[in-house]
């Protein structure tokens, strides 16, 4: 949230897509900053549970929403090493290759250079952010009942740019300072899938190690 978020404003010029922002005055803002509150206290199990009360897919919404947004300026900080000539192809280590499709544009799954393949991932990402019958802002708009489903698609392709990010290009992070940054937010990001089962522990392969690391301290 807004604890780790501005954490990289000084690398805000080189945010990877246009910043997606919850309107003023919805119940959505005020669940976004009750979790920025609670993130602040330090403790990453406790500020992703479901607010007493809340509505499971508005937390969910605000917390893909924002994860979104700290993926963006995390990858945004290593645009000019991820290039097509130092990463031919998306992949996290030497055993995970990732090909793009989006199941309407590109139906095929295509294999492309891990920035283009970022690009293809975070515009789709923002057009499902931005659709109103899947992401309703609302007050009293019913989420889809494939809303869940649709999250579980867009965490499980967000977490694939925090795979690439940590096997090719952790060097760069550390040579940034950005590295607590990083392991701040994908904790984080960990600790939320987990709390609501929302990604495949196959998918999550690439980075088990480092998510046993960083999660045993915490249990």
Known sequence: MAAISGIFSGKASKTFKPKKNIPE???QYDLMKHA???LGSGNLRLAVML???EDLNEWVAVNTVDFFNQINMLYGTITEFCTAENCPVMSAGPRYEYHWADGTVIKKPIKCSAPRYTDYLMS???????DETLFPSKIGVPFPKSF???CKTILKRLFRVYAHIYHQHFREVVSLGEEAHLNTSFKHFIFFVQEFTLIDKRELQPLAELIEKLTSKDR
């Open 51 to 53: 607010p007493e009360g």
């Open 36 to 38: 920025a509150q609670t």
């Open 124 to 130: 789709w990402v923002q057009d499902q952010l931005d």
């Open 25 to 27: 005055g919805t119940h």
């Open 148 to 150: 869940l489903n649709s």
